[in-house]
């Protein structure tokens, strides 16, 4: 059985949701939503329940996985092994962090006026999220992003072995 890449997040986990986007993964989450709705929404769709709630995890069965930790870092890698995730590189930073959506590539000229000045004359490739009209680009906050990721992810050192 393929490891899930399509997830539904609690609302105590918002955190965790947006950097689910920045691996690549379709999470959904809302800043307000009752259990039977995520419950359902998970079952309709195919999506994999992440909670901090015992409980909702119990109702969501094998659909479902309770997240330990409580610092991001510590949840990222929680779900990445629990649920043998793969994140590919091609796939990072492809979604909006706030809503979502796929990003999609957006000519330079388009994004003229609508990002900072240094930024259009210091950047050449820009994405653009079709669903809130956010503009991103590889400036020094993705490269934060990237570098906090890879960090979460890297395999443990085997440091530990005399």
């Given at each position: ?24 993964y379709d ?18 769709e ?23 930790a409580n ?24 979604r909006?962090l ?15 006026g ?11 490739r ?18 934060r ?18």
């Amino acid at each position: 059985m393929a490891p899930p890449d399509r997830f539904v997040i609690d609302t105590m986990l918002g955190k965790l949701a947006r950097w689910l986007r920045a691996l690549g993964y379709d999470a959904l989450y809302f800043r307000a939503a009752e259990d039977r709705q995520l419950l359902r929404l998970a079952r309709a769709e195919g999506r994999t329940l992440l909670t901090r709630d015992a409980k909702l995890a119990r109702l969501a069965g094998s659909g479902g996985l309770l997240i330990r930790a409580n610092e991001v870092e510590v949840q990222i890698a929680e779900v990445v092994e629990r649920l043998t995730l793969a994140p590919g590189r091609e796939n990072l930073l492809s979604r909006c962090l706030e809503c979502n959506t796929p990003l999609e590539d957006r000519p330079k000229e388009t994004v003229r006026g609508l990002v900072p000045e240094h930024v259009f004359a210091t950047q050449e490739r820009f994405v653009g999220c079709p669903g809130c009209a956010r503009i991103y680009w590889q400036g020094s906050h993705a490269d934060r992003i990237l570098a906090r990721l890879e960090k979460v992810l890297e395999p443990p050192s085997d440091s530990t072995r005399a």
